[in-house]
């Protein structure tokens, strides 16, 4: 059996702990990756995975052949496109993923001028308010706010955002603007938190830290109705700095309780691929990287 196409299936194994997830991703038979697998072992006379009907692990041994796997066949990729003449040219299909208003205001412009500048690539563009595996919904590119968990992703820090209270200049003019986090208790509160009929918020850091309990007056499932419903004059709501850039830019919006903010929150870039990946994903991210960087709402 080809050396490499057991490599590829190994690959895809370990990084889904899934054979039937892999299977999906190669568009081969689960026989099939079982087999290549097995076939691997069998070459090498090491054990690469721990099997349970419950999950699949690398072992100690299997985790060192993945990396050299990946290193290995990462270079092939790029042998065979710079072979082809296309290492310079980015082409083919790129999958991204991105939270959801951020990817309205931020990646959007960036994919459209992308996709004008190199015609032979396409896009599909995820965005979803919720942490998206990129191995399993076969993302390439993805740009993610807040500390990362997936150390096997590479990143580039791309910004920063902060957590900030807002309202309209009409309802602080009617209802005064809040000193300390306590006098929220005496506030319309808008929450963007799902439909819990309470929300904590969190201010400050370390010693100074303080954590208030507030039963929202209108609570919303977008962050987009809990700006509409603070542009109304409905209260005080709590989003990220990007999210209302535009309105505190305009005035429509005012932050209050600024000094009580917690730690500004990173925005990355992550994916998959080194400095052997594959052209689109290169190009990307450093298409991404320098707009964001640029950026003043992020930075």
């Excluded at 999906?24 to 689960?30: D, M």
């Excluded at 993923?97 to 994919?111: D, E, I, K, R, Y």
């Excluded at 500048?117 to 919904?137: I, K």
């Excluded at 209260?235 to 999210?243: D, F, M, N, P, V």
């Amino acid at each position: 059996m080809d050396r490499f196409h057991q490599m590829t299936v190994y690959v895809a194994v370990a990084e889904t702990e899934s054979f039937a997830a892999a299977a999906r991703k190669l568009a081969l038979s689960p026989p099939a990756v079982t087999r290549a697998v097995a076939a691997l072992e069998e070459d090498l006379g090491v054990k690469l995975l721990n099997r349970t009907t419950r999950y699949v692990r690398v072992t100690d041994a299997g985790q060192r052949y993945l990396d050299d796997a990946r290193r290995i066949l990462a270079e092939l990729q790029e042998a065979d496109e710079a072979a082809a003449g296309i290492n310079a040219e980015p082409r083919g299909h790129l999958a991204i993923t991105a939270p959801v208003l951020f990817g309205q205001l931020f990646v959007m412009p960036q994919v459209v001028r992308f996709l004008q500048r190199y015609p032979d690539v396409d896009v599909s563009a995820l965005f979803l308010d919720r942490v998206v595996n990129m191995l399993e919904e076969g993302i390439d590119v993805g740009i993610r706010i807040g500390n990362l968990q997936d150390s096997s992703m590479r990143a580039i820090r791309v910004g920063q955002v902060r957590r900030v209270l807002c309202a309209s200049p009409d309802y602080l003019a009617q209802h005064g603007i809040p000193a300390t986090p306590d006098d929220l208790h005496h506030h319309q509160i808008v929450a963007a938190s799902g439909v819990t009929p309470s929300v904590e918020w969190k201010f400050g850091e370390g010693d100074n830290s303080k954590t208030i309990r507030i039963k929202p007056r209108l609570t919303v499932t977008s962050n987009d109705g809990a700006i509409a419903a603070v542009r109304n004059g409905a209260g005080i709501t709590r989003l990220l700095s990007y999210q209302v850039a535009a309105h505190l830019q305009s005035g429509e919006l005012k932050t209050v309780l600024g000094e009580f903010e917690t730690a500004p929150i990173p925005i990355h870039i992550v994916h998959r691929e080194g400095r052997h990946g594959s052209a689109k994903v290169r190009s990307f991210v450093d298409f991404m990287a320098q707009a964001l960087k640029e950026n003043g709402a992020l930075n």
